[in-house]
């Protein structure tokens, strides 16, 4: 089924996929089948090819992004594809420069795009579309783009071609937002770059936490959370230590990365004021 | 591939999804394999058999899940299955008392969970955990949830069962959050309803808006918006007319779902006050 037998060299075996998703701690049993197998094995490819997208694959993408569900039908996303190198390289600075940005041949800027339906939209007279100037909205659009973006980068990884999503383009979303040329009532909220895997690239399932941590029945019980931490922490510890990659502790990680964040001087938390800066009214 | 049969008739035919996708004026060269046909494939099920699900199918669906991308691997969503038939009943209500919810022997809430990486982090002396107190945090949740369902409906879709999302269950975040004992810093962002479709249940591809709408190459372009949008209004009604349905034209449709919703009383436009009230400070 997959033609990815770079960044995919275990998809034949659930087995395999699911003890590389969650460890060898942990035992699951799950039903079998070629979607489930492209679906577990996912992992992300930081490192690109030069080489060019086959033919017709940027269509392919969309066409699977636009399969995806949207709430009421409403649609409000759209992609911006880069190409042009310069302008990759300009996006790769802006989302923290990461080189993969540069490296893949497509960087795709996701949008929440409730522009298209404002400025379409046949309102009788005395009607107001004033339904996009919540954070309802917003929520929304950010909801509908993720599920399009996820349908694209299922659909790039079964033509052999590697992805890896850029929330960091968030952190500059001013500048990406007067580049793109985007209206009001329109932001990038994240980016993937899509490419074939660079030469001799290995890409790693990276474990998850354990079941019992997100999954609840019936009713939300966050008591096996201490446990489930405690284990993770080891699976993933396991994990970059096979790699021979010096890693913090998950547990600590979480701490790093969401901790002291006003402090940090990242325009991500300033996320609010420049929505409402880019028309957004956030009532 | 697809196990699918009922939902599923045309999925060996990549031209003919395509077809179905874009009504037929629209015409788009893509590549075919099958997993781009299983993507390509999805149409919403909302009517449901009462048969129960096969054995170990929420374990697969949250293996698939938690197999998505997770931002800087925060992981900052979960998810409760709803299983009893009482409970689902007063969840289908507060999801706008849509029937397939009622149905459906799995209806999954999916939440932004940020409460976990707050409760488990291991923060050194001097941090704080703020990170977690931004709109950007609910942004992030809210598309690690997306990524993470739409994993679980592809899965389930492949499976033979059928799955719609359920974002009307934004109308009544109070009560499914005090019901679910959703701790501070969680909120339902969605629902997903799962099942074997209805006996003798046929679901339709519906058609999306014509590519030029929602791509674009290398800087946001509005030009095609008018004539995308009118060819759209009669894909769309084409598809609406040969199922005998009575259904406005989209551009209306926009109007209607999104025009003065000030008025409406719909506390889904309350997301704003309800979050604030549910812990999330939102700076």
Known sequence: MSQNPGA??????????????????QHYEVLDNAILRHLLQHRSVRAFAPTALPPHALETLVAAAQSGSSSSNLQVWSV???QDAAHKNQLAIWANNQDFVRQAPLFLVWLVDLSRDRLVADAPEGVTIDGTDYLESVVLGAIDAAIAAQNAVLAAESLGLGAVYAGAIRSHVRAIA???KLPPYVFPVFGTAIGY?????VSHIRPRLP???VLHSEYYDASAQPQAAQRYDQALDAFWKKQHIDHPLWTRHLA???GNVAQKGDARYELREILLELGFPLR
Not at 197 to 201: F, N, Q
Request: no cysteine; net charge negative.
């Open 178 to 180: 007067e580049d793109l």
């Open 80 to 82: 911006v594809a880069i």
């Open 256 to 258: 790093t990365r969401l």
């Open 197 to 201: 895997p660079a030469e001799g690239l």
């Open 211 to 213: 079941q019992p941590a």
């Open 8 to 25: 995919n060299p275990s998809a034949s075996d659930i087995a395999q996929l699911l003890q590389e998703r969650y460890g060898a701690s």
